[in-house]
Structures are given as C-alpha cells and as structure tokens.
C-alpha cells in the first residue's frame, strides 16, 4: 500500500543526547525481575529503549540470603552484558532511588556502559554526583510533577552544574508504585493529560534560559498507538509503557505472570497500600485479600532491600511477593500492573505489538 502524504503518519525518532531511538517508546523498567535482557533486547531491536529493572535482581542467586548486595551486583551486571551483547540497539537501566544499595548499583550501571539510568521512587537529588562527569551514560529522572521536576532541576544545576537528560512522567494510571497520595489517584486534577503540559510548561523555561533540549517521556495508562498519538501531539518526545509489554512472549516474567494480565478483569485492578509507604497498582488476588484482612503476619526482614520499607509493620515482604510472583508462585505473592492490563487478551511478540502499536499510531493522525 503506497502512503498518501499527510494522511498516514510514522512515529517520530526519540532524541536523548546524542542517542536516537528510531521508536519512540521507552520499555519501563519493571522488577521485581519483569524486565531483565530479554525484554529489554526485544525492545532495543525493535528499535525502542529497552529497560532492565535493577531492584532485587540478586534474588536468583544462590547466596542472595547471604550476600544480597554482592548478588545484586553480579546479577545486574550480568544482565547489562547480556543485554549488551544481543543488541545493537538501546539499553537503559532503571534503578530506584528507594533501594539500599542505590550508590552501588549505579556505580555497576556506569561500569558497565548502561545507555540511560532511570531513576524514580524518589527524588535522584546526587545522581549526577555519583555517575561522574565523564560518563555518557544519560540520566533520566521519573517524576510524578511539575514540582518534582522543578525541584531536581535546580538542585542539578546548583550543585553539579549540569540538567537532566530528559525526564519520565508516570502519570497514576500506572502499573506498580505511584507517585501520588491515595486520593490524587482518580482525581483528573492529577491525570496525566492535566499534568503533561505542566511539566512541559516547566521543563521550556529551563530549555529557553540554557539553550538545551529536554525530552519529555510520558507513562501510565499509555495502551494503544492512539495513545501514544494523543500524547505526542500534546509534545511529548516520546511514551513509556510497561504493562503492554509483560504481555509479551519475551518478557521476563514466568507465564502464570502473565496469564493474570490475560485473565483479569477491569475490577480486579487495585491500589494497595505498599510497604515501601507508597500507594500501588496491582491485580488482586487471595495473598492481597489476605494481607486487606489482616491475615499475615508481621515478618522478620532478612535484606532490608528498601530504605523506606516500614518492614516492622508490614504484614509481607513486598519484594519476596513479588520474587516470588516473576517466578509463577502466586500464592505467596502478587502480580503489579497498569490500570489498562484487563484490556490485554492475548500474548504478542514485542515485534508484532510494537507492529500494531505502529499502524494504530498512523490512523490516530486522522
Ligand atoms: C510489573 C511492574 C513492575 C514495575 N516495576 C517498576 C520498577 O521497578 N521501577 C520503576 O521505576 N517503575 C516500575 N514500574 C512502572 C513502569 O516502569 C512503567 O512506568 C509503568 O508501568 C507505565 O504504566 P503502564 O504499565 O500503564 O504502561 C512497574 C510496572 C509494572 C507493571
């Protein structure tokens, strides 16, 4: 079928710096073990940015008890390699602010030449600092607001004398952790359409004074290529999903994992109250039933994975529930996902979703 000029439209690249993803759909980072080199890889390929999760990573290895933080080091770097040898394309990281072992998992990601480090589930206040001058790995933030990224860009500037190479904003529609208090969740002041414009509006006023281009890369809720449409015509550079991509044959994740995303419906879809002390979105099921009615007890924490965990009163160990959840255990664990997952019916290969995300892209533009 020939292209009729100004009717079908193709997606536009995605500029970070000096990298240009031919796609531009950014693969979120998802742990606990989700995305690891097989996704991520799948998605590089496909020519989008594909994302290896960092929190718990170490959880496969045999001394993970013993030694969790030498076993996430060896795990993550492991992955980057792999993931690196497999694609030419782009591979980033996405290590949240929130894990103990912060300061060395970065230290692992620069080493080993990770393209982008995302870092969200808190503010990256030293990121900059802990990366170096002379990396070229690019640093992107995820941020829930204006505010948030207001606030990263000042510090960034006044400390380090440099800006974030883009940033992420996961609106609350998303799957896992949400940067928003309970109520804002369904408030449409805090929807994503509401928010994008916003940040943007904030983001300009640093682009103009330093004469820099800041990407912006929007999530939560993004399901179709209309989707992805809507939002770059709004101006963003560019989309993150996670949820659209579990439902692949190359995601990480054991099968029974994804066959929650294929079997829920729309009610099925949660927000729970995390033990990390924030609020998230997950697929209900009896273990989360159980920790609502108050069926578990209060555990004896072993890692002590994440500085904000309030583990001394929580019922379950978020990060074993969802260890244990990648794995296909689903009695003592739960699946996270985004608050379109009931949509998803069938498994694809990343090539043909991002196939269809593309056609759809190209009719959205009538
Ligand atoms: C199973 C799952 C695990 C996730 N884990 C992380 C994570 O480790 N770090 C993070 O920053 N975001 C995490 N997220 C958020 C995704 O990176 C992404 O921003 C979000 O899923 C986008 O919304 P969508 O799922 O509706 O596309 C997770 C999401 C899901 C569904």
Redesign the pocket.
């Known amino acids: 079928m020939s292209e009729i000029k100004g009717l079908f439209k193709n997606m536009p690249k995605l500029v970070i710096g000096d990298l240009i993803a031919n796609l531009p759909i950014v693969q979120?980072?998802?742990?606990v073990g989700?995305s690891l080199s097989s996704l991520a890889t799948a998605v590089a390929n496909e020519g989008g940015i594909g994302v290896i999760?960092a929190?718990g990573i170490g959880m496969d290895e045999q001394d993970f008890v013993k030694n969790s933080r030498e076993a996430n080091k060896r795990a993550f770097r492991n992955e980057i390699r792999k993931a690196k040898e497999q694609t030419s394309g782009i591979i980033g990281v996405?290590i949240?602010v929130a894990i103990s072992d912060y300061k060395e998992i970065v230290k692992v990601a620069v080493e080993e030449g990770a393209d982008i480090i995302f870092s969200?589930?808190g503010l990256p206040m030293e990121l900059p600092n802990l990366v170096g001058k002379k990396s070229k790995t690019k640093l992107v933030p995820?941020v829930s607001s204006a505010r948030a990224a207001r606030i990263i860009l000042k510090r960034w500037i006044e400390k380090y004398d440099c800006v974030p190479d883009a940033f992420v904003l996961?609106g609350p529609?998303?799957?896992?952790h949400l940067g928003f208090k309970k109520e804002q969740i369904f408030d449409s002041n805090y929807s994503l359409e509401r928010l994008v414009p916003e940040v943007i509006n904030e983001v300009k006023k640093y682009e103009i004074k330093y004469n820099i281009n800041i990407p912006i890369i929007v999530?939560?809720?993004?399901y179709s290529g209309e989707d992805i449409y809507k939002f770059i015509n709004m101006g963003a550079s560019g989309v993150?999903?996670?949820?659209?991509f579990?439902a692949t044959y190359e995601c990480d994740a054991s099968m029974e994992f994804k066959q929650s995303y294929i079997d829920c419906k729309e009610e099925d879809i949660v927000i729970i109250k995390s033990p990390v002390g924030l609020p998230g979105r997950a697929i209900r099921n009896k273990f989360l039933d159980d920790v609502k009615n108050n069926l578990k007890e209060p555990f004896n924490c072993p890692f002590k994975c994440i500085r904000t965990c309030d583990y001394k009163k929580s019922p379950y160990c978020i990060s074993l529930a969802l260890f244990n959840a990648k794995k296909g255990n689903l009695k003592d664990g739960f699946v996270?996902?985004?608050?379109?997952a009931y949509k998803i019916s069938e498994l694809l290969s990343v090539k043909k979703l991002v196939e269809s995300l593309k056609a759809e892209y190209s009719l959205g533009y009538n």
């Open positions: 979120g980072g998802m742990g989700i999760s929190v996405n949240m969200g589930a995820i996961e529609m998303a799957g896992g999530g939560g809720g993004i993150q999903m996670g949820t659209r579990v996270f996902a985004g608050q379109n």
